[in-house]
């Protein structure tokens, strides 16, 4: 089944600890993104990939890094988490072949104490 | 920055009633896409739009683009529960980034 996983769906952490959100997809698609979502502003992108190596910011990346080693795997980690970092974060695959119609995993609720 | 404003920002129908649903930004997109997500899940893509006028239709959807691809509506002709949801629009730029507006939500009542 193609598909969007990420891991954990439910993270709990407090100010500071380094955490890793997984994400992968098995539809050999060269475009990978990471989105945030807060209510009432919709879905904000953090960073997109449109290939192996090649990340960029998109339109709210501070506090977050990713990489891009593997065609499937897209990590989102947040070095040092922060309270305002407290989201629902969707990572989201695309061929690009079809004006980059995108599929999205079920989503990482995550709470910063 | 480019934004996306869509509108109404909630929703509550009657099932069986028909309801238009607005996206407008002042920026001009590559192509303009249209989302609908349920509680705790990933949006789901509905449809794409890409040239100025274009109209597309889904059983009762219909999703039109601007002219200037700068805006774009979505109709659902005799709203059924079914339709319940949170509706998104986004604009995309060949790749390079995606817009989401902040959504309608949906709600149809039986």
């Known amino acids: 089944e193609a598909q969007v996983t990420q891991n954990p769906r439910y993270l709990i952490t407090v100010t500071g600890k380094k955490l890793t959100v997984t994400c992968s997809q098995n539809m050999n698609h060269e475009y990978m993104s990471w989105y945030r979502q807060d209510p009432g502003l919709g879905l904000r992108q953090i960073y997109y990939?449109?290939?192996?190596?090649?990340?960029d910011k998109g339109d709210v990346p501070e506090g977050y890094k990713v990489s891009r080693k593997e065609k499937r795997n897209f990590p989102l980690i947040l070095e040092s988490p922060s309270p305002n970092q407290t989201s629902l974060y969707f990572c989201?695959?695309?061929?690009?072949?079809?004006?980059?119609?995108?599929?999205f995993g079920p989503g990482t609720r995550l709470t910063v104490l | 920055t480019q934004l996306l404003e869509q509108s109404p920002q909630f929703l509550s129908i009657q099932e069986g009633e028909n309801l238009t649903v607005y996206c407008n930004s002042s920026s001009v997109f590559s192509s303009l896409q249209w989302y609908r997500q349920e509680p705790g899940e990933g949006p789901v893509l509905l449809v794409t739009?890409?040239?100025?006028?274009e109209v597309k239709k889904l059983k009762r959807l219909t999703f039109q683009f601007g002219d200037a691809r700068k805006d774009s509506s979505l109709h659902i002709t005799a709203a059924q529960p079914g339709d319940t949801g949170l509706y998104l629009c986004a604009g995309e730029n060949y790749g390079q980034n995606f817009v989401f507006g902040p959504g309608t939500r949906l709600s149809v009542l039986p």
């Open positions: 989201a695959s695309s061929s690009g072949l079809v004006n980059y119609e995108q599929f």
């Open positions: 739009v890409v040239t100025g006028g």
């Open positions: 990939s449109m290939n192996v190596e090649v990340t």
